[in-house]
């Protein structure tokens, strides 16, 4: 009987720590064009907290980053995953994805706009501490973040997993104002030797308080659960996955102080 209640017990501390996750769905626009992000906090934290805008890889916004989100909410964030593509375009397959990603990446202004859309609904929020603002992105996501800081956002700090490391406008590093964290496979065939090397110039010309951490035998996607190695270059590796989180918590203790 014991042990019973004990099993009971923890069963309703477990379905009342879940409770405390919430989302919400967020409608809102860049120019014309509606985009669609969502919310996510531990309501068992009261009043204004420090927060992350979560910024998705090329399939758009998933249930990956949803996840991401709810861990993010444990440890006490207040969270927003943006839409970068708009309400409804979800890409099906590769194919797409690397379509509707092309389109940004090609268009680095408008990549900015979409990212300082989203977020201006998370500074906005009720529960978001505006002097404590970190963004986090993945693959292209990670692209996107950079972006977001060569736009001058006033953020505290920017994370990259496995983004996209290029140097389209190096004059345009003199805008960053947050600290940064590049976490990045050490194996990567998407981001080229040069490519890296023009961004890391970049961030040393201008001056910025960046770490860059390369992780062995990591290739692209090493965060991401279902990367299962069908897509050469791209696979999930636990332990960069586990080392990138950590470093990121500790990045955040940081920049949040």
């Known amino acids: 009987m014991k042990l019973l209640f004990t099993g009971l017990l923890l069963s309703l501390f477990t379905a009342a720590a879940s409770a405390a996750i919430q989302t919400r769905v967020v409608e809102y626009k860049q120019g014309d064009t509606v985009l669609e992000g969502v919310m996510t906090w531990n309501d068992a934290v009261k009043g204004r907290r420090p927060s992350v805008l979560v910024i998705h890889q090329w399939m758009g916004l998933t249930d990956y980053e949803m996840k991401r989100s709810e861990m993010l909410a444990q440890l006490g964030y207040n969270v927003f995953a943006l839409d970068i593509y708009g309400k409804g375009v979800r890409p099906k397959n590769p194919q797409e994805a690397g379509a509707e990603a092309g389109k940004f990446k090609g268009d680095r202004?408008?990549?900015?706009?979409?990212?300082?859309?989203?977020?201006?609904?998370?500074?906005s929020d009720v529960n978001t501490d505006a002097r404590h603002v970190a963004v986090i992105g993945y693959c292209f996501g990670?692209?996107?973040?950079?972006?977001?800081?060569?736009?001058?956002?006033?953020v505290a700090g920017?994370?990259?997993f496995h983004g996209g490391?290029?140097?389209?406008?190096?004059?345009?590093?003199?805008?960053?104002?947050?600290?940064?964290?590049?976490?990045?496979?050490?194996?990567?065939?998407f981001v080229a030797p040069k490519d890296m090397a023009a961004f890391l110039?970049?961030?040393?010309?201008?001056?910025?308080?960046y770490q860059f951490v390369a992780y062995s035998g990591a290739v692209h996607s090493f965060?991401?659960?279902t990367a299962d190695g069908?897509?050469?270059?791209?696979?999930?590796n636990a332990a960069a996955?586990?080392?990138?989180?950590?470093?990121?918590?500790?990045?955040f203790a940081e920049i949040f102080r």
């Open 109 to 123: 202004n408008l990549l900015r706009a979409r990212a300082l859309a989203g977020l201006d609904v998370l500074r």
């Open 142 to 154: 990670g692209t996107a973040a950079i972006e977001l800081a060569r736009a001058g956002a006033d």
């Open 158 to 160: 920017v994370v990259t």
């Open 165 to 189: 490391l290029d140097s389209p406008a190096p004059l345009d590093g003199a805008n960053i104002r947050a600290k940064m964290l590049i976490c990045h496979g050490a194996e990567d065939p």
């Open 201 to 209: 110039t970049e961030l040393r010309v201008n001056k910025v308080d």
């Open 223 to 225: 965060t991401q659960w």
């Open 230 to 236: 069908s897509m050469a270059g791209a696979k999930y």
């Open 241 to 251: 996955d586990r080392r990138s989180w950590e470093q990121m918590k500790a990045f």
